[in-house]
T-cell receptor, first 115, second 111 residues
């Protein structure tokens, strides 16, 4: 069964450092997403990406964040200068389409710990 | 008012019990509705989409009431393996491509 894969599964970084989280969405999916979940809290939307551009972003997704699809398979989330409060589980997701067909499938997540 | 609000948990039930989860959403433009389940420290996994006519998948039944902006999930004959957090999820089609998650309701099924 096709699945969304994320690497690394766990990343520890020092405050102020840049991190790149990587994702390989399901191959025939067109919409890609990043969500995050701070421990004990709900899953929060960060950004959606379609046709090589951001289609929507939340207020969390400030100038420190960027996304990129550098080739035909990878989808990355970069945090330029990490803060302690960026510590969370980051989930990548993808879906075939939008509108009525928005069943999104999630990767296993990258646990980011900023120290 | 929260965008998606769920019953506070946890729900502790014996095996074989029937349990119901409720969810309300605030955006009347919402078009797509889902229940996901999330095991501890794992990714959300799609349990089922929720259709206006209501839908059933084995022991799971989902209902949608658009007038009341209310979604429900019923689990019959609960199993130990049903223990997880159940997430009510809403997408506002036409207002951006994003899913709005509820806080989740934790279910613990005991032998």
């Amino acid at each position: 069964e096709p699945e969304v894969t994320q690497t690394p599964s766990h990343q520890v970084t020092q405050m102020g450092q840049e991190v790149i989280l990587r994702c390989v969405p399901i191959s025939n999916h067109l919409y890609f997403y990043w969500y995050r979940q701070i421990l004990g809290q709900k899953v929060e939307f960060l950004v959606s990406f379609y046709n090589n551009e951001i289609s929507e972003k939340s207020e969390i997704f400030d100038d420190q964040f960027s996304v990129e699809r550098p080739d035909g398979s990878n989808f990355t989330l970069k945090i330029r200068s990490t803060k302690l409060e960026d510590s969370a589980m980051y989930f990548c997701a993808s879906s075939v389409g939008s509108g009525e067909v928005t069943e999104a499938f999630f990767g296993q997540g990258t646990r980011l710990t900023v120290v | 008012r929260k965008e998606v609000e769920q019953d506070p948990g946890p729900f502790n039930v014996p095996e074989g019990a029937t349990v119901a989860f409720n969810c309300t959403y605030s955006n009347s433009a919402s078009q797509s509705f889902f229940w996901y389940r999330q095991d501890c420290r794992k990714e959300p996994k799609l349990l089922m989409s929720v259709y206006s006519s209501g839908n059933e998948d084995g022991r799971f039944t989902a209902q949608l009431n658009r007038a009341s902006q209310y979604i429900s999930l019923l689990i019959r004959d609960s199993k130990l393996s049903d223990s997880a957090t159940y997430l009510c999820v809403v997408n506002a089609w036409g207002q951006g491509e994003k899913l709005i998650f509820g806080q989740g309701t934790e279910l613990s099924v005991k032998p």
